[in-house]
């Protein structure tokens, strides 16, 4: 029996595809292995969302090669999309896949040996067919990520994604659903809907919509808890809410991407809002889900970003208050607009940027958390540690509880008592 083992970097996309490759292969009789062992073939699904990513993703595959230098190294992901015959050009590689046509790697892998030389990158351009890949089984026992769609049209100005992704491809209704309805007959309580730009959903179908998959989502048994990963604000406006706020399992908390809190920067990153449409989309879902926790992406140090405009971020992000965020200083990426730009921020002023944000959303994430004690809510607890469980409330709080029995994957109602370091502490009252 030929071993794999398998290494992912980046989103939760990347993860949801691996999944679904490690199943082909499992399929097909191969033991999966960790990736720190000695194995046959390596297939390392890498990201290239900043330059960092890139690096990141040379060094796993140099690492696996040491490990086993006789072994098949594959590569496939958005690095290998954007830049296929660098990566091929690495020491050791022996296939590139971009993001297209992933479910074919299982038969490249067997018609090649560990000193092949193949590129199967295709043009990502002009793909509007969704990939069918479906995931039976995740290492998470408690929670299971859904990719309903793939691709981005939206060419933000420091992005490369819709570059490595194509456009926007949507996957059919009913394959969600069979394979939503798949996860739950096998115990899984709670659903993410992912994708590169989930707010697309459905768009280029023209027979459904993201709230119509959520609303049909809704009635499966067995599942108990829907989120969605990162959105667009605009796609939260007055009319979704209204369509979706009666979702039972839909839940209370929305990770909303904001990038920056000054619309001079906004209308430069080309994202298509502005702050008092993010603030409006912000107050509607507040109003219409109790105990709503709003999080975020913030970049700090974008190109041309004065410190008056990086003034009025910070204002922004102290008034919206949100929950927890992402706080990222801006890299430049290769192939984009933005990186041409010769007015970029220095290292040094992106980093203090990046720390007052931070500052501030801890701030506020611990106000947010404080109004949540002395609440009894239900926790789906999923890891454990010396006695102590881990799990998550419905508005995505990290909760810590000791109990004397296991109940990992399992949903416990809890008494919040206090907050600390972005941490809920909490006694198992049922």
């Known amino acids: 029996m030929k071993t794999v083992a398998f290494y992912t970097l980046g989103c939760k996309v990347n993860q949801y595809e691996t999944e679904a490759v490690t199943e082909l292969f499992s399929d097909e009789g191969y033991e999966i292995v960790p990736f720190t062992e000695k194995a046959d073939i390596y297939i390392v699904n890498t990201c290239s969302v900043t330059s960092m990513s890139d690096r990141k993703s040379r060094q796993i595959i140099r690492r696996a090669k040491k490990t086993n230098p006789q072994s098949i190294i594959a590569v496939m992901g958005c ?26 790697i299982l038969n490249l892998v067997k018609a090649i040996d560990f000193e092949s030389k193949l590129n199967a990158v295709t043009d990502i351009r002009d793909n509007h067919t969704y990939e069918d890949l479906t995931v039976k089984r995740t290492h998470d026992r408690t929670r299971a990520y859904i990719k309903i769609q793939d691709g981005c049209s939206q060419f933000c100005s420091y992005c490369i994604i819709p570059y490595a992704r194509g456009p926007v491809r949507s ?57 969605l990963s990162s959105i667009e604000p605009m796609t939260l406006n007055h009319e979704f809410v209204e369509k979706v ?43 219409a889900f109790t105990d709503c ?10 190109a041309g970003e004065t410190e008056e405009e990086f003034k009025e971020t910070l204002d922004f992000v102290n008034r919206i208050a949100f929950a927890d965020a992402h ?35 801890s701030k506020s994430r611990d106000t947010f958390q404080k109004t949540q004690t002395g609440k009894t809510v239900d926790v789906l607890f999923e890891t454990v540690d010396d006695g102590i469980y881990e799990g998550k409330t419905a508005n995505y709080i990290t909760v810590h509880a000791e109990y004397d029995k296991d109940i990992c994957g399992k949903f416990k109602s809890v008494l919040l008592k206090e907050s600390k370091n972005g941490i809920m502490y909490g006694k198992i009252v049922d």
Do not use: W
């Open 293 to 302: 926790a709003i999080t975020t992406d913030i970049m700090t140090g974008f």
């Open 79 to 104: 690095y290998s999309q954007t830049a296929p015959n660098e990566v091929l050009d690495i020491d050791g590689v022996n296939l590139v896949l971009g993001t297209k046509d992933k479910g074919s």
């Open 171 to 227: 996957r059919c209704e009913k394959d969600v659903i069979d394979e939503i309805t798949t996860l739950a007959e096998a115990g899984y309580k709670e659903i993410i809907l992912t994708g590169i730009h989930v707010a697309s959903y459905g768009k280029d179908l023209g027979n459904t919509s993201l709230e119509e998959l959520l609303k049909k989502a809704d009635v499966i048994d067995g599942i108990e808890r829907i989120r």
């Open 245 to 287: 706020k009666a979702c039972k399992k839909l839940c209370p908390h929305f990770h909303i991407s904001l990038q920056s809190g000054c619309d001079a920067t906004l209308k430069r990153m080309n994202r298509h809002y502005t702050t008092a449409q993010f603030e409006e989309v912000v107050t509607g879902l507040r109003k």
């Open 327 to 361: 706080v990222f200083q801006y890299s430049q990426r290769r192939g984009t607009p933005a990186a041409r730009k010769p007015d970029q921020v220095s290292p040094k002023i992106k980093e203090q940027r990046s720390k007052a944000v931070i500052d501030a959303v």
